[in-house]
């Protein structure tokens, strides 16, 4: 592919290779803009419902006016190939800075931020149905220092319209709500903000609130099980974030508050100073993950994890398009 023109992008790099497509960087004839562009595998572009849950990625990001949406440019066909061109973006996915750690004050920011996104998505009538770490990325920005950019609206539900059957579960397992293990076609707004709370969970505890081995296990432990409270892995964490994510991984979705109530209780934790009064501890490289440190001024929440170290600078980081490949590995979607 290397060299190829589609349309009037030529095609320089590849940037990453899955089962059912590929990702590769190009630029822009005239101008020279780089892009990423998703392409999908032959074999995979002949089959519509893929194609349509590919596609339905662009029909989503153009309904929502935010910032934080990458933007998509062109969508079509090559050579019997579906394919999106994208923004490129450098920086790093919320799983890559999970392994770093995160300040606490951050924590809160990129908290906001992705909150702030999510409410421009359902004012859009759309669900993202996949809201995980890897979906979640951060790249250097003038106005805000760091941006949040959400990835992936693949199996995204448009209004009434899903890209895929209603009888199908989908998702990743550690951030799935009881209603898409159950029936997709039940999903709503609260339905991101369940998986917005597994993450809110796992940036405090560097943690998801179920750790399972299996699928299966993550089903009967997110239909039935109450997940553990954070103070009870970080007794330094204020009662009313504790509060709010509880509420927020509530089984039943009325009962989960909306974006705008998280946003204005995120906000208001934002102006405690929680950092400067938090007791002094070993920092978090030190913690083991079954054994969490106390969390210390200027240190981080969170842990390191067994997976490859990040990117130390935008040269090595991954740009958007790899941590959106299609579809991500983690993910599910099955009858």
Not at 274 to 300: D, E, H, K, N
Request: glycine content about 8%.
């Amino acid at each position: 592919m290397l060299g190829e023109t589609i349309k009037d992008f030529t095609i320089t790099g590849q940037l990453g290779r899955g089962g059912m497509g590929e990702v590769f960087v190009a630029e822009q004839r005239i101008v020279k803009t780089k892009v990423a562009i998703k392409m999908l595998q032959p074999q995979i572009s002949a089959e519509k419902a893929h194609v349509d849950r590919f596609f339905n990625e662009a029909i989503a990001v153009s309904k929502i006016k935010h910032a934080g949406i990458v933007k998509i440019f062109d969508v079509g066909f090559h050579e019997g190939r579906a394919y999106l061109v994208m923004e490129f973006l450098d920086g790093e996915t919320l799983s890559s800075r999970l392994r770093q750690g995160v300040p606490f004050a951050k924590a809160l920011d990129l908290a906001r931020q992705v909150t702030s996104i999510l409410d421009a998505t359902h004012a859009a009538g759309i669900i993202h149905r996949d809201l995980k770490p890897d979906n979640v990325f951060v790249v250097s920005d003038a106005e805000l220092g760091e941006r949040v950019r959400i990835l992936d609206f693949g199996i995204a539900k448009l209004g009434d319209v899903q890209a895929t059957a209603a009888s199908m579960s989908m998702g990743t397992p550690a951030y799935m709500p009881p209603e898409l293990w159950k029936d997709a076609a039940t999903s709503g707004p609260a339905t991101d903000v369940y998986a917005l709370g597994c993450v809110l969970f796992e940036l405090c505890c560097g943690r998801p609130p179920f750790i399972v081995t299996a699928v299966s296990e993550a089903c009967g432990r997110h239909l039935s099980e109450i997940p553990p409270r954070v103070r009870s892995l970080r007794p330094e964490l204020p009662a009313a974030l504790d509060d709010l994510i509880a509420a927020m991984l509530e089984k039943e979705q009325p009962a989960r508050p909306t974006t705008k109530a998280i946003a204005a209780a995120l906000a208001a934790m934002s102006t405690v100073g929680i950092s400067a009064t938090l007791p002094q501890g070993p920092s978090m490289a030190a913690a083991t993950p079954s054994t969490p440190a106390p969390i210390v001024p200027g240190t981080a929440v969170g842990h390191a994890s067994s997976r490859p170290a990040p990117p130390t600078s935008t040269a090595d980081a991954t740009p958007a398009s790899i941590a959106s490949s299609v579809p991500p590995d983690s993910s599910i979607t099955q009858r």
